[in-house]
């Protein structure tokens, strides 16, 4: 059974220098947990996984890949059933967003190990928002935390285009610079994203120095 982490409050944060995002989230054990990504990740994912903007459905599919990334398992020996596939080191090359062959095969490929990972380590929901069984949000009502971020996310069509343009010629230099041949995985294997990351900012170490001294550098 995965953990359940509940989301009850969201706000703005500058980690860097960076604008970012925080959402606050309620573990099954009362403990308090951090996930922080830049601003700009959901103009990045619109483009990186051509994802449609425009409509509710399509910040929402945003919004649950930057609060499931974090979670994903790192390493592909560790990974098992949806979440290895394609992953393996005896393997063709993994279904990534440099790998695929379009941006739409790369989406479907980062939500099936999204969902894998929904369904078997961490769901992360807002009280307002229940879930079926598959972990996919089923309707919402009363108030959500998240739509602070729904009503500023400020993604623009120039945005999302000048994005993809960079997207592309990415993923264009990184198929040029592919040598034929069975995958085999690097310690140094390039990120699922070509953004900037969502990173777990929920360590209780963390986490307790931030309610304690706002001021405080985070480790």
Known sequence: MPEQYRIIAVSRTTEGGMECWEVRQERPDGQ???????????????????????????????????LHEPHLPDSPPHQAGAAAKGLTAS???????????????????????????????ITVTSPSTPTGKTGIVTARTATDPLDVIRANHNITPEGVAEKTEFVE???????????????????????????????????PERDQARDGDSDQEPA
């Open 32 to 66: 308090h947990h951090l996930t922080v990504f830049p601003t700009s990740s959901l103009e990045w994912r619109a483009a990186e996984y051509d994802i449609d903007h425009r409509t509710p459905d399509g910040i929402n599919l945003i919004l649950d890949m930057l």
């Open 91 to 121: 393997g063709p090359a993994p279904i990534t967003l440099r790998t695929a062959p379009d941006r739409a095969t790369a989406r479907a490929a980062h939500l099936e190990r999204i969902a894998h990972t929904k369904q078997t380590r």
């Open 169 to 203: 010629q990415v993923r264009r230099q990184f198929a040029q610079q592919q040598p034929s041949g069975p995958y085999r995985p690097a310690a140094d294997r390039l990120p699922q994203t070509l953004a900037e990351p969502v990173w777990d900012a929920a360590l």
